[in-house]
């Protein structure tokens, strides 16, 4: 576990070396963001897979807030390959105010990622997020499922700003 831990941390250490990008080009962060909605668990519905995530499902992330006011993120998913559970803790931070979802994410030291909510539903139980560029994306739901209109309609947003839905590794969610 710790082995893959340090792999895990690495990996992420090299992609977010090279992240100047906050999201791609069109891509716009949901204003008038309320943090305290956001916070808890989601489960993760689809992906773009990558390195972190290869072979995980059961994924979830959980969202609270540390002493200093940036984000706790806690991600988690099973490994149905090595039948092991994966779990990366890191913070996030606003990149300017608060109720703009344009925020950025570290696991590892100084080392941020980008992470804009770009749709979300008023009651904040359905998000899409986009990464820095269009190799990132996840739609999220605060269940195991999401409804199909929901589904579409992010996957027409992230099909307009030129990501290949058709690349999205749609989670298993066991009991």
Known sequence: MKKSITTLIACVSALLLNACAVMPEG?????????????????EIARLDFKFEKDLNNTTANYSVN??????VQNRGFNYKTKEWKEA???????????????????????????NVIALDEDYKYALICGKNLDYLWILSREKTIP???KQSYLKIASDLGYNVNDLI?????P
């Open 170 to 174: 749609w989670v298993e969610h066991n």
């Open 67 to 72: 002493e200093d006011g940036s984000i706790r």
């Open 89 to 115: 803790i890191g913070k996030a931070k606003f990149r300017d105010d608060p109720t703009i979802a344009k925020l950025k994410v570290s696991f590892f030291g100084p080392f941020y990622a980008s992470y």
């Open 148 to 150: 199909e209109e929901i």
């Open 27 to 43: 891509a716009k962060p949901i204003t008038s963001f309320q943090k305290e909605k956001y916070l808890g668990k989601w489960y």
